[in-house]
């Protein structure tokens, strides 16, 4: 079993930044993939980000590339997401997910985290 928490939510004005991070506990695989998922009010949940587990590959929506950056620390057993230039419709809960893969894919993710709010203002 593995336990996900998030932190690093918060409320901030367009164009500024946030990193979000990412605890895993319980014995994490060695290799799997983690990923950061957001869900706005009345809105599907979608992906964000999705990094491999040597850090060596990532996956970015389209809506996020160039803005947010997915790292981690194994040694921490910690995921992040650097965000920048972060826009209103960047408004949303975001998930920390993990999943037994060698390959990044954004689908069939095993744990899911509580999720931290993250609100742009305009």
């Known amino acids: 079993q593995v336990q996900l928490v998030e932190s690093g939510g918060g409320l901030v004005q367009a164009g500024g930044s946030l990193r979000l991070s990412c605890v895993a506990s319980?014995?994490?695989?060695?290799?799997?993939?983690m990923g950061w998922f957001r869900q706005a009010p009345g809105k599907e949940r979608e992906s964000v980000a999705v990094?491999?587990?040597?850090?060596?590959?990532?996956y970015y929506a389209d809506s996020v590339k160039g803005r947010f950056t997915v790292s981690r620390d194994n040694a921490k057993d910690t995921m992040y997401l650097q965000m920048n230039s972060l826009k209103p419709e960047d408004t949303a809960v975001y998930y920390c997910?993990?999943?037994?893969?060698?390959?990044?894919?954004?689908?069939?993710?095993?744990?899911w985290g509580q999720g931290t709010q993250v609100t742009v203002s305009s």
């Open positions: 997910a993990y999943k037994r893969a060698r390959f990044i894919t954004t689908v069939g993710f095993d744990y």
């Open positions: 319980g014995r994490p695989s060695s290799s799997f993939i």
């Open positions: 990094i491999n587990w040597t850090g060596d590959s990532t």
